[in-house]
């Protein structure tokens, strides 16, 4: 038996969707366990590219069963497209996938209120999906729920109460115009009809598997540093993409998970507001940007782009219990004659012992740097730890020993066959 967790290991965008396509071949189960349709997983195949922002990346494997868990917050206009565009390609939907009954809904008005605050005066760079203002409503208790769907007059009432609150926000604070009752009572009422043959009691099906001897991976979203009690607060998302997320977005008990993956990038990037101690704000940071093709896949924004931070990458392994990490774009580093590694934090001219994940320290810190030489070849065609370059083993060694993490799986490319296990380091 297996269940293994996969946690995006900096501030997301680290490959997960990738990774999670090249493991699926081993797992017969991949879940999604927090986060919602503000992610996007790209994966390509061949000629072909898939990005996917609610449905495991997992679907692409053809006898896999993919799994959203309690711990997402749908967008149902987001999920049917998500759906259609993989049934366009020749994908088999009904049957492989279930959605948890307790997974809340994302509602028209949370996308409205998540614009609305993002345009104020204090900026954290959400992608305006709602998926905050959702989880709000969830821990207001407050929230709608898939399960809710089936129940039809309970809907509806639930939808009248929180419309009535929300349009008084909307007309007396922010002075825009109501959003319609009837309206949204419809389309919703319209979205069971097309949701309810995927609902699931996800909790008893998922144990049930483990229990069976099914291996079961489970996919989180964003990354660690983004996660609303252990990441750089209040520069965070809204759920826990932290490994412990996997089991309260799922109902797997921690003493069935065996073991956590982390996927890290080989340098980093944030994307949205916050401190970021490494950033590159010149010449080198714009040609990683677009060597790397760092531009968010569900909003095309740029992302910020900076060298990689073994402190940080240390104090993620330490919070999620990594057991071995995937390196992600090794390729993109081809370019540099010198790259650099950042050891360790300098504040107020002390070394500090731990990573500071308040925004006031960590944007004053200061990173002690490691300068290594580069590679300059291409190293797309490696598939063995043993065919890259000299100095592009030595890179990986001195980040795996920096950042105390071991090292299973390294990707030198876009593609799904670019990508090989090592046990070297």
């Keep these: ?53 609610l449905i495991p990346s997992g679907i692409l494997r053809d006898d896999v069963i993919c799994v959203i868990g309690n711990g997402v917050v749908i967008d149902p206009v987001a999920l049917l497209d998500e759906i259609a565009l993989l049934e366009s390609h020749g994908i088999t939907i009904k049957g492989r996938l279930f959605i948890s009954h307790n997974a809340h809904l994302i509602m028209p008005y949370h996308k409205l209120l998540d614009s609305i605050s993002e345009s104020g005066k204090t900026k954290i760079g959400t992608t305006g999906r709602g998926i905050g203002p959702c989880y709000i409503d969830k821990y207001a208790r407050k929230g709608i729920k898939i399960i809710d769907l089936l129940y039809p007059k309970i809907l509806e009432e639930k939808i009248r109460q929180n419309l009535e609150e929300k349009n008084l926000l909307l007309r007396n604070i922010y002075n825009v115009e109501e959003l319609d009752v009837e309206k949204i009572i419809t389309q919703y009422l319209e979205f069971d009809k097309q949701i309810d043959v995927y609902i699931k009691d996800v909790p008893a099906y998922l144990n049930q598997a483990i229990e069976e001897g099914k291996s079961v991976l489970l996919e989180g979203a964003q990354g660690a540093l983004l996660d609303v009690d252990h990441g750089t607060y209040p520069f965070v998302t809204s759920s826990n993409p932290t490994s412990g997320g996997a089991c309260t977005g799922t109902g797997i008990p921690p003493n069935k998970v065996t073991d956590v993956l982390g996927i890290v990038k080989a340098y980093t990037t944030r994307v949205g507001e916050g401190p970021f101690p490494t950033e590159l704000l010149d010449a080198e940071g714009e040609e990683l940007r677009r060597q790397g093709n760092e531009f968010g896949a569900t909003t095309g924004r740029p992302r910020r782009c900076g060298w990689f931070d073994a402190f940080l990458v240390r104090y993620s392994a330490l919070i999620n219990g990594i057991s071995s990490v995937a390196i992600t774009k090794l390729d993109v580093l081809s370019m540099f004659d010198e790259i650099k590694v950042c050891t360790g934090y300098e504040f107020e001219g002390k070394l500090l012992k731990s990573f500071p994940t308040d925004f006031q320290k960590l944007s004053a810190v200061k990173p002690v740097y490691v300068t290594l030489p580069g590679w300059k070849e291409d190293i797309s065609h490696c598939l063995t730890f043993d065919q890259l370059p000299e100095n592009a083993k030595k890179y990986l060694k001195y980040i795996s020993d920096a950042a105390g993490i071991k090292v299973s799986i390294i990707s030198v490319g876009p593609k799904r066959e670019s990508t090989f296990f090592t046990d070297v380091l």
């Design 1 to 53: 038996m297996r269940v293994t967790v996969l946690v995006g290991s900096q501030w997301g965008d680290e490959g997960k969707g990738k990774i999670v396509d090249l493991l699926s071949e081993k797992f017969e189960v991949v879940v999604r366990y927090q986060g919602g349709a503000n992610a996007g997983h790209t994966v390509e195949i061949g000629s072909k590219k898939y990005v996917l922002h």
